[in-house]
């Protein structure tokens, strides 16, 4: 019937969150696709599948590498404005600055990780959409 809608969103409709949408459910650690629920079952566990939308987080194992990819890339980005400020804003020697700037990096990842799942999360969710309606277009 004309003018009805289905209660979850199309993959291929417009009502298919945005890319920036997607992304922004995920950061505050909702589902990318449907925006309800938590997508994290513990501090470092993604779940299996949004229990709303049934949209799964982790479809095969070293699925989410890419995870671990983006973790070590904002770490490392953290790790360089960290030593640039180490070497021009202060007066430490190098022992004394590894001893600094170690734990902060350590801890910084520790803090990154949980962020990291949850764009990773809408990454996988938006590629593989844009993948599917590329399929569908054939
Ligand atoms: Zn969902």
Redesign the pocket.
Known sequence: MAGMSSPEPDEFSAEAPTILRAMGRAFSRR?P?????DILESRFKLLQS?S????CYRKESGAMTGQMYLTAIITEIFTAVLVLVVFFLTDLDTLSSIALGLPLVVLFSYLVLPISMRIWAAVEYVTDRVGEAADHSL
């Open positions: 589902c696709r449907c925006g309800t629920g949004c709303d939308c049934g949209l």
